[in-house]
């Protein structure tokens, strides 16, 4: 297992929040806190045969493990890495007939391993007092399928309540895999980064060197602050934010950005400050002059979009506003005809930022992109690019009075506030989306603009080593190096769980 904390922090604990990390000097900005190997991993299932199952990487060749047919590996290096750990999995594969559960794939090495006599797991937290009547049951049913997928032998070395104990400290400490482009494609334990706790508004990030995670520093951090990361996705509105932590890790956050008051400046109607993403991710547009206008507070709202809880337009007519209740809606299910009809209903009512706005944006991208459909696809993913700089940046009294979103080029970043730093990889990401769509339309000049911001973003979120910068600098070059680094594949939003979308 590699060194985890290799920049200066130290580990504290209080009584409110467990464990900390603080830094003992100062950390800069895009500096790696920490690095670590998995002590268990494995891949979705829809990743089995996409993926080497050790280093978690694509490769045009994969080679299936001669037992199981299920497993597969990029090399024979890999693969006899990997054996240790697949070894006692593959006789439960080929004894189960229906595949397992990544959940209980996962489980099964950490049991295999050495489970909670396991010296890496032993402090970890497991909140088993916390667990809920519904979530019991889903924990019965994982345990279940854990049973057969063990095998007697196996199980001989646990009673009932270990593997309950087990089960929860793996669900409260385990992390997503992802690649450089934010695509999920499994899970592992981390047991020592594990240690950093949760904001919304985090001064780092979660990026992954193949199958190693890496804690960067998404701001400066100075002597005596606590690192941090967003455990969940940070463009959830803050009451759904709340309750996926509540349910997973069993906590209720208290962080600046949940906590904090309104920042609306009513006279301009320009939103900054701890929380003013989630007023951007509520917002509403004014039916008469199209502006933005924001709840007047949160922090009491699960939606923010009652009528009457809005601040004012300057236009004048924000009293009468009505604003559209929008239904959470599975967009991946959705057709691109259904998914654009979905997003003329939005526009009516809801600000470019607004959450659902979002989503969709994210999701008729991908469509564009899975039916070829290039400038369209350009287009969406513009204009999602230009409603997350807002949420990194803020809105200022001139881009609040804008009624629809820019499609024209991005420009540079101004400072960037702590509170907008959750969204920085996210941000990243789309605009090398962006960069590529263009240079792919035969837009060089657009594309070398748009992949220099790219690379400022994704410096910071995946450092200079990573496949996604490590490129040339000249204008031309950079739109070629756009095409070369970033493939044709499709970058996508984090927390999907989708296959892999190709141009």
């Known amino acids: 297992m590699t060194d985890a904390w290799i920049a200066p922090v130290r580990i504290s604990k209080d009584d409110k929040k467990g464990r900390r990390v603080i830094a003992i000097s100062d950390i800069p900005s895009g500096a790696v ?207 759904e934010r709340r309750t996926a932590l509540r349910k997973q890790y069993f906590f209720e956050c208290q962080c600046n950005r949940c906590e904090a008051g309104c920042p609306t400046d009513v006279a301009t109607n320009a939103v900054a400050g701890d929380a003013h993403q989630d007023y951007l991710l509520q917002a509403a547009r004014c ?43 599975d967009v991946k299910s959705q057709s691109v005809a259904q998914l654009k009809s979905l997003l003329e209903q939005y526009n009516q009512g809801l600000y470019a930022t607004h959450a659902r706005v979002v989503a969709l944006l994210m999701a008729l991208t991908d469509a564009h992109v899975d039916a070829h459909e290039w400038a369209p696809a350009l287009h969406t993913a513009t204009r999602l690019a230009h409603a997350l700089r807002r949420l990194v940046c803020g809105l200022s009294a001139a881009d609040a009075r804008a009624p629809t979103p820019p499609d024209g080029p991005l420009p540079p970043l101004p400072a960037i506030t702590l509170s907008g730093s959750a969204f920085l990889p996210i941000y990243g990401v789309e605009l090398a989306r962006v960069a590529k769509l263009q240079h792919y339309l035969a837009q060089p000049a657009a594309a070398a603009h748009t992949f220099r911001e790219a690379i400022t973003v994704l410096s910071r979120t995946h450092g200079s080593q990573s496949t996604l910068v490590s490129v040339p600098t000249a204008p031309r070059e950079i739109a070629e190096a756009a095409r070369r680094s970033f493939g044709w594949a499709a970058l996508a939003c984090p927390k999907k769980l989708d296959a892999l979308h190709t141009c």
Not at 294 to 301: C, E
């Open 287 to 329: 039916p008469t002059c199209g502006s933005a206008v924001f709840p007047l507070d949160v922090t009491n709202s699960d939606t923010g979009t009652a009528a009457g809880l809005f601040t004012p337009c300057t236009c004048g007519n924000g009293d009468a506003l009505a604003p559209l209740q929008p239904a959470s809606v």
């Open 33 to 239: 806190l920490g690095r670590e190997d998995p002590f268990a991993h494995v891949l979705q299932t829809s990743e089995l045969s996409n993926r080497c199952h050790e280093c978690i990487q694509e490769a045009a060749s994969l080679q299936r493990c001669s037992r199981c047919k299920t497993v597969r590996y990029c090399s024979r290096r890999c693969q006899k890495q990997g054996w240790r750990a697949h070894k006692a999995e593959c006789d439960s594969i080929q004894r189960v007939p229906t595949s397992a559960p990544w959940q209980v794939r996962l489980l099964a090495r950490v049991a295999r391993q050495g489970g909670l006599q396991a010296a890496p797991l032993q402090t970890l937290v497991h909140h088993q007092e916390c667990v809920t009547r519904d979530l019991h049951v889903e924990h019965v049913q994982l345990l279940t399928l854990l049973h057969d997928f063990l095998g007697s032998e196996d199980q001989g070395n646990y009673s009932a309540s270990d593997m309950i104990t087990m089960l929860c400290r793996v669900s409260c400490n385990s992390f997503g895999l992802y690649n450089d482009e934010l695509r999920s494609c499994g899970a592992g334990m981390f047991p020592l980064l594990a240690m950093i706790n949760h904001s919304c508004s985090p001064n780092c990030c979660a990026v992954f060197r193949g199958r190693t995670l890496e804690i960067r520093a998404l701001q400066p951090i100075l002597p005596g602050q606590e690192a941090t990361i967003c455990y969940v996705d940070p463009l959830l509105p803050r009451a």
